[in-house]
């Protein structure tokens, strides 16, 4: 396969159940794209001769915690980065058990692909179902379902297709297959079998290695054409009274969250309505013409406009109705329970919000995923919730744009996060 020279990057995230073989995935893959420093190798090869074992514990790359080293399971979501010279990579290794749902839905918020490793010797099990319906609901547009342990099953083809033929049939009943492209690989991580190299072992599998995977799927906001969304942060006003320039300078600063932007195209400035047209686009000391995605800018516009942070500027012909209630899902984060009698902080892009909770209409059981009647919420709780805001807010619904269909719920006495929402 020739692969392209794509400069972009890519966020992804391993996850599946216990013991599926996901730090051990990415240890290979670092090992085998010879990213790993000689001393981070040296370290894990003295810890796994001291565990008693022959070869080396990749496994260990991404273990960084004591306690889990000592378990030998994952706890904490562990990044790390690798460069091919093709493409950057960010990885998230997610924990399997269930009692750090919160901490794999912090992993998925920001990963573009996921990877649902399932052990060949047990098929489908109910954390397989689980971690793919977390990845259905936090939007993670591309799945590669990466059936391990091929090695230990003889690498039988028979054992890959009935894995892959049931995995198809649980994603159309949760409506997966019809939203997400999912792709299907056979594998070792522990050999290294159809991660970066083909090896001999499944001549059978006449498709891409995992690495020619990850080089190939497209860059995040490059698939579809979304709208311009760009949350004010900070209203940039130079006081230098021997510049001249300066004097009358009024520019919004922020990040670009979606979408483009050009000189000479209609802006609105929401929730207050105002209109006008941007003068310039300035980046650091540059001056554009245009801007795009993830870019963080200056922007002047041609009017003098009442506007401060947590405004947002649109395109006019994009232009939102604020609204002043929202639907979500949201995960509970926090080890107190929600109160539906208490008042919450609800922080969208750079805006904030008093809240009060509306609704609990019901919480997913995320092992059956079966909905059932709640009025409360406890850690690692899933639910569909109804919020009742003070302040109106500008969104997009989850599925339309990840960053404006997001928020979190901030506990106002103590000021700790304890939710994570998406807006449907």
Aim: hydrophobic residues 40%; aromatic residues 6%.
């Amino acid at each position: 396969m020739t692969i392209e020279h794509n400069d972009s990057l890519l966020r992804f995230m391993t996850c599946g159940s216990v013991d599926d073989g996901k730090s051990t995935l990415i240890g290979r893959l670092l090992y085998d794209t010879k990213t790993i420093l000689a001393d981070t190798l040296s370290n894990i090869e003295r810890t796994s001769s001291k565990r008693g074992m022959e070869a080396v514990d990749l496994s260990l790359l991404t273990d960084g915690l004591q306690a889990e080293r000592e378990q030998g399971i994952t706890i904490d979501v562990a990044y790390r980065y690798f460069s091919t010279g093709t493409r950057k990579y960010i990885i998230a290794d997610a924990p399997g058990h269930e009692q750090y749902t919160r901490n794999m839905v912090t992993a998925a918020s920001t990963a573009n692909l996921a990877i649902i490793l399932i052990d060949a010797r047990r098929g489908v099990l109910t954390q397989t179902r689980r971690h793919s319906y977390l990845a259905h609901l936090v939007g993670i547009p591309h799945i590669v379902v990466a059936v391990n342990k091929m090695d230990l099953v003889n690498y039988d083809q028979a054992v890959y297709e009935k894995i892959k033929a049931d995995y198809i049939a649980f994603a159309s009943e949760i409506g997966l297959a019809q939203a997400r492209d999912i792709k299907f690989l056979p594998m070792s991580a522990l050999n290294g079998d159809m991660l970066v190299d083909r090896l001999d072992n499944m001549n059978w599998y006449q498709g891409e290695t995992l690495l020619e995977t990850l080089e190939a799927v497209p860059a995040a906001h490059s698939e579809q054409a979304e709208a311009f969304r760009f949350p004010v942060q900070f209203v940039c006003r130079p006081h230098d009274s021997a510049n001249p320039e300066l004097h009358d300078f009024r520019g919004f600063m922020g990040r670009v969250e979606s979408g483009d932007i050009a000189v000479g195209d209609a802006v609105t400035v929401l929730p207050n309505g105002y209109q006008s047209k941007v003068k310039a686009i300035q980046l650091g000391n540059q001056q554009l013409q245009s801007a795009q995605t993830e870019q963080s800018i200056t922007l002047l516009l041609e009017d003098e406009i009442d506007t401060s942070r947590g405004d947002m500027i649109v395109k006019t012909a994009e232009a939102i109705e604020p609204v002043k209630q929202i639907e979500a899902h949201v995960c509970w984060l926090s080890e107190t329970p929600l109160s539906t009698a208490r008042t919450y902080i609800v922080r969208h892009t750079s805006r904030e919000s008093k809240a009060k909770i509306g609704s609990i209409q019901y919480k997913v059981d995320v092992n059956t995923l079966e909905q059932q009647a709640t009025a409360d919420l406890k850690m690692n709780d899933i639910a569909r919730v109804s919020f009742k805001l003070a302040q109106p807010l500008m969104v997009d619904s989850y599925d339309k744009n990840r960053a404006t269909g997001a928020f979190i719920v901030i506990d106002e006495s103590t000021n700790n996060t304890v939710g994570a929402g998406m807006i449907v």
